[in-house]
């Protein structure tokens, strides 16, 4: 899903909500409206091959603002990619670690927390990151106020998905899926990173 300018508005329910599938959200400078629920939800449905039916999801955001709480269960995945000036306020998996996330919030850009957040990895200036109080936990460690972190991007397949697919969207020539573009191994990769 890509847009830009104009406004979205959802009258129900989470603004974005991803199952049983691997998407790309591109936004870029887009006002943003939801009734209830959160920004981001990733997770397992109805939908799908039990214990492989969740939600892996690339949100890049370019002179955005986000606000509002992200959810990535067990079986899901995200990849947040602040840049040019965009500006996130709020907090991820606020009930603990689960799935595998991403946050890349480069010079220009910040990401102000509402809530004790748990990611898996982050890419940041020492400027960027605003704790405003809370605890965000960095594969399980607490990040310092104040200091530059250089993450890597997680990837996540949907049972089924032929391709490889990396965070920007390009699909790749072989069964795996990777984070940073390059080609991985001949197979499947599961949600877990593991090779199938």
């Known amino acids: 899903f890509t847009?830009?300018?104009?406004?979205?508005?959802?009258?129900?329910?989470?603004?974005?909500?991803?199952?049983?599938?691997?998407c790309v959200i591109q936004l870029t400078g887009v006002a943003l409206s939801y009734a209830g629920g959160e920004l981001?939800?990733?997770?397992?449905?109805?939908w799908g091959v039990s214990g492989s039916n969740g939600g892996h999801v690339t949100l890049r955001?370019?002179?955005?603002?986000?606000?509002g709480?992200?959810?990535?269960?067990?079986?899901?995945t995200l990849n947040l990619v602040l840049a040019d000036g965009s500006a996130y306020t709020g907090a991820v998996n606020t009930s603990g670690a689960?799935?595998?996330?991403?946050v890349?919030?480069?010079?220009?850009?910040?990401w102000t927390l509402t809530g004790d957040s748990q990611i898996t990895s982050l890419t940041c200036?020492?400027?960027?990151?605003?704790?405003?109080?809370h605890t965000l936990y960095v594969d399980g460690t607490a990040y310092t106020a104040g200091t530059a972190s250089a993450g890597t991007a997680v990837s996540g397949t949907v049972s089924g998905q032929t391709g490889s697919q990396s965070p920007d969207g390009q699909m790749g020539q072989t069964g795996s899926q990777?984070?940073?573009?390059?080609?991985?191994?001949?197979?499947?990769?599961a949600p877990d990173g593991q090779m199938g």
């Open 98 to 102: 689960a799935g595998s996330v991403y």
């Open 104 to 110: 890349a919030v480069p010079e220009g850009c910040t």
């Open 125 to 133: 200036a020492a400027s960027s990151i605003d704790l405003n109080g």
């Open 69 to 76: 709480a992200i959810s990535v269960d067990s079986l899901s």
């Open 40 to 46: 981001l939800c990733a997770q397992k449905d109805a």
């Open 3 to 22: 847009m830009t300018g104009g406004s979205l508005t959802a009258l129900s329910g989470d603004m974005f909500y991803i199952t049983n599938t691997t």
């Open 61 to 67: 955001a370019s002179g955005q603002t986000l606000d």
């Open 178 to 189: 990777v984070s940073d573009g390059q080609m991985g191994q001949t197979g499947s990769q």
